[in-house]
T-cell receptor
Framework: SQQGEEDPQALSIQEGENATMNCSYK?????LQWYRQNSGRGLVHLIL?????REKHSGRLRVTLDTSKKSSSLLITASRAADTASYFC?????????????FGTGTRLLVSP | DTEVTQTPKHLVMGMTNKKSLKCEQH?????MYWYKQKAKKPPELMFV???????INESVPSRFSPECPNSSLLNLHLHALQPEDSALYLC????????????FGPGTRLTVL
């Protein structure tokens, strides 16, 4: 399976704390993306980092990518209760010109008030 | 309009029924996707359409039949499904200036009895 692994599987923190999720993948990639999914709903794109980038920021999000270790991390700073969701990394592994995303196993984040 | 819509939201069907899931986007995206997501698992790619042509079929059983009538619509025809096909079916689209980012619909929750 090409599926990536994420850890932790679940993370429970208090509002205001930082949350860090890690993603490891198996094959070479074009880019790596992070998505958020609220319970039983569609996914929302958060951030994309290209294979030649090492770090990227967007608001309270910070993503790092280490292609030598085939790993990425997502940091959410100053978390809020509204950040409660599942977070998935997704690697773009397409080699045919058509985008093909492979999602990681996901991290379920619970932020308590 | 940055929305992907899916109908119905919920669907219950017997193993002998024929039903269809519908997906619509008006963002001018030329790539559209079907994913299947089981509970507490990541989405798994089923089909990719690019410019209304089937580009990727991830070895999906023939009881799932996709159709792309035009650039805004994507259907998934269901026939003779099995209980293990019960899942959340997600539609997504991508294209334009943010062509790497996939926009997801809210999904159809399918239950096969």
């Amino acid at each position: 399976s090409q599926q990536g692994e994420e850890d932790p599987q679940a993370l429970s923190i208090q509002e205001g704390e930082n949350a860090t999720m890690n993603c490891s993948y198996k094959t070479s990639i074009n880019n790596l993306q992070w998505y958020r999914q609220n319970s039983g709903r569609g996914l929302v794109h958060l951030i994309l980092i290209r294979s030649n980038e090492r770090e990227k920021h967007s608001g309270r999000l910070r993503v790092t990518l280490d292609t030598s270790k085939k790993s990425s991390s997502l940091l959410i700073t100053a978390s809020r209760a509204a950040d409660t969701a599942s977070y998935f990394c997704a690697t773009d592994v397409s080699d045919t010109g058509f985008q093909k995303l492979v999602f990681g196993t996901g991290t379920r984040l619970l932020v308590s008030p | 309009d940055t929305e992907v819509t899916q109908t119905p939201k919920h669907l219950v069907m017997g193993m002998t029924n024929k039903k269809s899931l519908k997906c619509e986007q008006h963002m001018g995206h030329r790539a559209m996707y079907w994913y299947k997501q089981k509970a507490k698992k990541p989405p798994e790619l089923m089909f990719v359409y690019s410019y209304e042509k089937l580009s990727i079929n991830e070895s999906v059983p023939s009881r799932f039949s996709p159709e792309c009538p035009n650039s805004s619509l994507l259907n998934l025809h269901l026939h003779a499904l099995q209980p293990e096909d019960s899942a959340l079916y997600l539609c997504a689209s991508s294209g334009g200036r943010t062509y790497n980012e996939q926009f997801f619909g809210p999904g159809t929750r399918l239950t096969v009895l």
